[in-house]
């Protein structure tokens, strides 16, 4: 344990590393969703590591600052960091982060990401995890779904439907209980009603596949917009599938909502209802909904919102008393989004299971976090309790990387 | 009796790279995999007009796409797509017109039906041939560096080697890293690294095109320091270097002057509707060499205009063709084959599939193909398992 103060930043460093869905160095392809193109056949992160004078780092993924911005732009914003030390950002009693100071707080807001490698600097300053800044710790382990499962039929067409159920058995193989299944074809690439005929026989085909006791979750991309008729369909159609939840069937509004409300608990009671990748809290439509009962969980972005942020809306939902429950979107986030998310759900009572998209990288160690039966344990070491193998850094990336100081 | 087109088929097939492609200046990882949307159009005798809907369907829906290709194809006489006289394609049939000037890839179709319902080549439709075979350039050198970050430059360097070995006596290098991925003086450095590193992997006598993707917007310095740098590995041609503008391209023009470079400059895959005002500008002017609006989405009446605008002028013809697939290598050689100031096909090298095969490539180029229309088939074999998504309508008789 030491003084915050002590810790002053003194480099910041942005790495591009790649991998693969699947495995390192090997992979498959990841499709369609709804809307867009082939996902691919690999992932990169954006490694940020913040280091102090007195040698601490941390670390997060600045994915989605290079999502929208250049390297040049994340490098002007992020300088400003440099000669700060870790006392200045949170105000911190009790070993609880209470309030983020106002000189920083447009910089979380732009960039969640960044509060995540602050969280894990100060933990490691405080010999403390992560999670434990913002609260007790309500469960040890978190639950994770494979959320790779895309348009395959489209990349392997012999297999038509099939061709998800079978990565489907592949995940179950490797460890998963929960998968997430991409659906949406009426939107773009199918034609509507051949479209939802072929989301149903997917969802049919995975259940096959993976048994009862595997969580079948779904996701449109809001690929049921305008087409209230064929969405109507699909949810009668999988009546006896036992789908956890339907994550934005339409893009989000009342009228719309009503109706999904109406045929899920006429045709499928028990499956959750959610939305909102977008939500920044209050004044949104997602509160909207959810203050009429047609929201079962939100899904803000856990890089995007960032721990403090992300807490705050928990807060919030927790003191409204709405039955809301917390899903973060962590499709992006690769390794370290995923490592965040199960600290953020380590202490978050509403807290449901964490996107994971089934990256594995050879530059990480985080031997804390182990995956038995669809869970991550939670790792009671400092910080983000992950490592970076800094020989292979040396290696391989260090000629990639961008250094502030 | 008439042809008359009795059925029309849109269809996702996934084409595959020899290889996975990186970045380039603006976007992410291009993949493995790409889907070509196979537009199929029968007619009375069997005979089979064949084109891709990718233009069409990156802005809209399978449904709204069928309907198009409906609206457009079914149950009209084949003999009614193109104005000929002599035997070579004049415009668009009267009431055509509409039907392309948005979606010149039916024209392409339309030219192979009609070639194919008369037993002629496309090549004759469009004019005949002015040469033999058609050169063909390798497309796929991305950001590989960062894809396979061992390496670095020399990553990109390996894989020019191995697409000379390969046959190819053409590459094209993507550059313009520090637009978005690096620093800009970094991107500048790797860029210049990654040029001299494939031009000693592939010897002098191959052609290198260079291709920044408007990376170096706003960099005009670090432009000047680039070409300066890879002037001595003999450049072929610079392609997007910025985004166009008649006072950048005049600086780019005194770059080479200064650094002793005889590079073309290039543009024009981003016109929408050529010539735009823009781009006639820079022609007007003399400050590109090589135009490229894309050969599928403008199709070949939009290029045949295209070529007529640039008669008299000094710009040569060179489409852009990456993200059309095997279909867009076919369409490109038939055009290339009757085009007088062709300069290269733009090859993304897709592994074949579901077309019967390309013709001959030997010496970094193609022979021309000798059947009717495009001279190229459904190789309904391959293309089997692909019918499972096939979208499909027919004449009511």
């Given at each position: ?26 992979g498959r392809i990841v499709g369609r969703n709804s809307k867009s193109e082939n996902y691919g056949y690999n992932q990169r992160e954006w490694l940020l590591q913040i280091t102090t004078n007195s040698g601490l780092t941390g670390l997060s993924n600045a994915r989605p600052a290079m999502n929208k911005i250049s390297l040049s732009e994340l490098y ?119 479209g939802t005929r072929r989301d149903i026989e997917v969802v049919e085909a995975v259940r096959e596949t993976v048994g009862s006791d595997v969580k079948i979750l779904v996701d449109a991309n809001n690929g049921y917009d305008g087409r209230l008729d064929l969405l109507e369909d699909f949810v009668r159609g999988i009546s006896d599938l036992d789908v ?162 | 009796?008439p042809e008359i087109i009795e059925s029309v088929s849109l269809t996702p097939v996934p084409s595959s790279y020899q290889k996975e492609l990186g970045k380039n200046a603006y976007a992410d990882n291009r993949g493995t995999q790409w889907l070509e949307w196979v537009v199929r159009a029968r007619s009375s005798s069997g005979a089979e007009g064949i ?347």
């Amino acid at each position: 344990m030491s003084d915050l103060n002590s810790h002053v930043i003194k480099e910041i460093r942005i790495t591009p590393v790649e991998t693969y869905f699947g495995a390192p160095g090997k992979g498959r392809i990841v499709g369609r969703n709804s809307k867009s193109e082939n996902y691919g056949y690999n992932q990169r992160e954006w490694l940020l590591q913040i280091t102090t004078n007195s040698g601490l780092t941390g670390l997060s993924n600045a994915r989605p600052a290079m999502n929208k911005i250049s390297l040049s732009e994340l490098y002007d914003d992020l300088k400003i960091l440099i000669g700060h030390n870790l006392d200045e950002f949170f105000d911190i009693s009790g070993g609880r982060v209470s309030s983020v100071s106002p000189r920083w707080g447009d910089l979380i807001d732009r960039y969640g990401f960044v509060d995540v490698a602050l969280f894990d600097l100060i933990g490691r300053a405080l010999d403390v995890p992560a999670y434990s800044l913002l609260g007790n710790k309500v469960r040890d382990e978190v639950e994770g779904y494979d959320s790779s499962l895309y348009f395959q039929d489209l990349v392997n067409p012999a297999e038509g439907a099939n061709a998800a159920a079978i990565e489907a058995a592949e995940a179950i193989e490797k460890g998963w209980r929960a998968v997430k299944l991409k659906l949406g074809r009426p939107g773009r690439w199918f034609e509507p009603v051949a479209g939802t005929r072929r989301d149903i026989e997917v969802v049919e085909a995975v259940r096959e596949t993976v048994g009862s006791d595997v969580k079948i979750l779904v996701d449109a991309n809001n690929g049921y917009d305008g087409r209230l008729d064929l969405l109507e369909d699909f949810v009668r159609g999988i009546s006896d599938l036992d789908v956890y939840w339907m994550e934005e069937m339409i893009t989000e509004e009342v009228a719309g909502y009503e109706k999904l409300k109406e045929w899920r608990d006429k045709f499928t009671p028990s499956t959750l209802i959610v939305d909102g990748e977008g939500d920044k809290g209050r004044n949104t439509i997602y509160w909207e909904l959810i203050e009429r009962g047609l929201l079962d969980a939100i899904q803000p972005d856990m890089l995007h919102m960032g721990f403090w942020r992300f807490h705050e809306l928990a807060v919030d939902i927790e003191r409204s008393g709405f039955p809301v429950l917390i899903a973060p979107h962590n499709y992006n986030a690769a390794y370290l989004g995923l490592r965040a998310d199960i600290q953020f759900g380590a202490v978050t009572e509403r807290f449901v299971i964490a996107e994971d998209s089934t990256l594995d990288f050879d530059l990480y160690k985080g031997d804390g976090y182990s995956f038995v039966d669809g869970k991550y344990a939670v790792p009671d070491e400092p910080g983000l309790a992950v490592s970076v193998d800094q020989d292979l850094y040396d290696r391989v990336y260090r000629q990639h990387e961008t250094l502030i100081s | 009796m008439p042809e008359i087109i009795e059925s029309v088929s849109l269809t996702p097939v996934p084409s595959s790279y020899q290889k996975e492609l990186g970045k380039n200046a603006y976007a992410d990882n291009r993949g493995t995999q790409w889907l070509e949307w196979v537009v199929r159009a029968r007619s009375s005798s069997g005979a089979e007009g064949i084109t891709i809907a990718n233009r069409m369907m990156r802005q809209t829906s399978v449904e709204k796409t069928l309907e198009f290709i409906e609206g457009a194809l079914l149950g009209r006489e084949v003999e009614s797509l193109l104005e000929t006289s002599d035997g070579v394609v004049t415009g668009a049939a009267p009431g055509m017109d509409r039907w392309y000037r948005h979606n010149g890839w039916l024209s392409i179709l339309s030219f192979d039906l009609l070639g194919k319902t008369r037993g002629v080549s496309a090549i004759d439709l469009l004019g005949g041939k002015v040469r033999d075979a058609v050169p063909a350039y390798d497309t796929t050198l991305y950001f590989q560096d960062f894809l396979n970050p061992v390496k670095g430059a020399q990553q990109v360097g390996d894989e020019a080697g191995k697409a000379v070995e390969d046959g190819w006596r053409a590459v094209k290098i993507k550059t313009g890293r520090g637009g978005r991925w690096m620093m800009p003086e970094a991107g500048m450095q790797r860029d210049i690294d990654v040029v001299l590193s494939v031009r000693d992997a592939v010897g002098p006598d191959v052609k290198i095109y260079v291709d920044a993707n408007f990376g170096y917007d706003n960099h005009l310095d670090l432009l000047d320091q680039f070409i300066k740098e890879v002037t001595p590995a003999d450049i072929f041609w610079f392609e997007e270097m910025i985004t166009q503008d008649l006072d950048g391209y005049k600086a780019m023009r005194e770059m080479l002057a200064k650094h002793g470079s005889n590079a073309l400059l290039t543009c024009g895959e981003v016109d929408r509707t050529p010539i735009s005002e823009i781009f006639q500008d820079l022609i007007d002017d003399e400050l590109i060499d090589g135009y490229q609006p894309d050969i599928v989405s403008h199709g070949y009446l939009g290029w045949m205009d295209i070529e007529r605008k640039l008669k008299n002028t000094n710009v040569r013809t060179i489409p852009h063709n990456f993200g059309n697939g095997s279909f867009g290598s076919y369409a490109s050689i038939c055009f290339g084959a009757a085009s007088e100031t062709y300069v290269s096909l733009e090859d993304e090298r897709i592994i074949p599939h579901y077309l019967t095969d390309l013709p001959s490539f030997s010496n970094g180029a193609y022979s021309l193909p000798t059947g009717a229309g495009l001279g190229v088939d459904i190789d309904e074999a391959g293309f089997a398992p692909h019918t499972k998504h096939e979208n499909k309508l027919e004449v009511t008789k």
